[in-house]
């Protein structure tokens, strides 16, 4: 039910936005977060923004360089991700939770809907 875009090849230092789109349903009480799988290791955290969108938090290898952000309007979330490193390189993934009462949201398990992920490649 969530649609993921935005992914590709960029040079190291080059940025690119991710975007996770919902057509069809309203998210509007949910909250919302990134995590990629880098080739041969687990899915981990990226980043999440809270139901009313005025909380984030990221994973220590990404503060300062990715931004996550909603808009209420499209039922849209975006991952801009900037100074990206070779170690960014990994499928994304977008999920949301299915109601504004969560407590962990570098969880996966808070989460009820997922996309199908877009490939990052980030080369040197």
Request: glycine residues 12%; proline residues 2%.
């Amino acid at each position: 039910q969530l649609q993921a875009s935005g992914g590709g090849v960029v040079q190291a230092g080059g940025s690119l936005r991710l975007s996770c789109a919902a057509p069809g349903r309203s998210f509007g009480n949910s909250a919302w977060g990134w995590f990629r799988r880098a080739p041969g290791k687990e899915r981990e955290f990226v980043a999440a923004i809270s139901w009313r969108g005025g909380d984030t938090s990221y994973t220590g290898s990404v503060k300062g360089r990715f931004t996550i952000s909603r808009d209420r309007a499209t039922n849209t979330v975006y991952l801009q991700m900037n100074i990206l490193k070779p170690e960014d390189t990994a499928v994304y993934y977008c999920a949301a939770t299915r109601t504004r009462f969560y407590s962990d949201l570098k969880l996966q398990d808070e989460y009820y809907y997922w996309g199908q992920g877009t490939l990052v490649t980030v080369s040197s």
